[in-house]
């Protein structure tokens, strides 16, 4: 297996929504994005999630997250994977921690795993240690989503909840239930006083962080549509 991935041409390469500088480094979104394939050749299988470290200036650093059960980053410079973090099974989703020390990952045993960052920024190539893991989702896990006081987390998963996490205390979790089908993503808004989940029905609920419970369901209003983005950009204003 090949810990390098091949430069394409940056002037004009474009992969899913993976939008290349014209200069000699990737650029990666802050968004996340979706793969059925991607360029790099450290992955047996489709890459789910692809993540730029942005917590240190300058840093060319970005992970992958694959099918193969396997979390890699990558110096985007020199082309090279650092760090692989495995969990063993199939990783939907990943997600940094928002000081950068920690790596999520959503898999389909319905396991959150949390990996400590080994030493990536120096270069030193490590593969992790023994995760933490977060249980109590009965399906898999589709999204994960913290918070920027960065003491919490929400999940979604297939078993049609969704669950709010300490960090720091991975045998505790808050459940928002109510959702008729499995729940695809989740996201706190701007303030952090809510929660807004998205699921395979095409529901979206707004749900109240604090009391745990639905205080909006709304589907195919556009109205309702675009105060969802409102919220997501500026949090709600009651």
């Given at each position: 297996m090949s810990d390098?991935?091949?430069r394409l041409d940056f002037e004009s390469a474009e992969l899913c929504g993976l939008n290349f500088s014209g200069n000699e480094s990737a650029s990666f979104s802050e968004c996340k994005f979706t793969l059925s394939n991607f360029i790099s050749k450290g992955h047996h299988s489709?890459?789910?999630c692809v993540q730029y470290y942005p917590y240190k200036e300058n840093c060319k650093v970005a992970l992958t997250a694959s099918l193969d059960g396997f979390i890699k980053e990558w110096d985007l410079v020199k082309g090279e994977c650092i760090a692989a973090y495995h969990t063993g099974g199939h990783i939907i989703y990943a997600a940094y921690e928002k000081n950068g020390n920690s790596?999520?990952?959503?898999n389909t045993d319905s396991v959150v795993y949390r990996f400590k960052r080994h030493a990536v920024i120096d270069g030193n190539k490590n593969l992790s240690k023994e995760p933490i893991r977060y249980l109590g989702h009965t399906k898999d896990v589709k999204c994960i989503d913290?918070?920027?006081d960065g003491k919490f987390f929400i999940?979604?998963?297939t078993d049609r909840m969704i669950r709010e996490w300490s960090i720091d205390n991975?045998?505790?979790s808050r459940l928002f239930e109510g959702s008729e089908t499995m729940v695809c993503v989740a996201r706190y808004s701007a303030c952090n006083r809510y929660i807004i989940s998205g699921a395979k029905s095409g529901e979206v609920r707004i749900w109240d962080r604090?009391?745990?419970y639905s205080i909006y369901r709304f589907l195919k209003d556009t109205q309702m549509l675009s105060r969802v983005f409102a919220i997501i950009a500026k949090g709600i204003r009651r």
């Amino acid at each position: 297996m090949s810990d390098r991935f091949e430069r394409l041409d940056f002037e004009s390469a474009e992969l899913c929504g993976l939008n290349f500088s014209g200069n000699e480094s990737a650029s990666f979104s802050e968004c996340k994005f979706t793969l059925s394939n991607f360029i790099s050749k450290g992955h047996h299988s489709s890459v789910t999630c692809v993540q730029y470290y942005p917590y240190k200036e300058n840093c060319k650093v970005a992970l992958t997250a694959s099918l193969d059960g396997f979390i890699k980053e990558w110096d985007l410079v020199k082309g090279e994977c650092i760090a692989a973090y495995h969990t063993g099974g199939h990783i939907i989703y990943a997600a940094y921690e928002k000081n950068g020390n920690s790596i999520f990952a959503a898999n389909t045993d319905s396991v959150v795993y949390r990996f400590k960052r080994h030493a990536v920024i120096d270069g030193n190539k490590n593969l992790s240690k023994e995760p933490i893991r977060y249980l109590g989702h009965t399906k898999d896990v589709k999204c994960i989503d913290i918070c920027t006081d960065g003491k919490f987390f929400i999940t979604a998963s297939t078993d049609r909840m969704i669950r709010e996490w300490s960090i720091d205390n991975p045998g505790e979790s808050r459940l928002f239930e109510g959702s008729e089908t499995m729940v695809c993503v989740a996201r706190y808004s701007a303030c952090n006083r809510y929660i807004i989940s998205g699921a395979k029905s095409g529901e979206v609920r707004i749900w109240d962080r604090e009391h745990a419970y639905s205080i909006y369901r709304f589907l195919k209003d556009t109205q309702m549509l675009s105060r969802v983005f409102a919220i997501i950009a500026k949090g709600i204003r009651r």
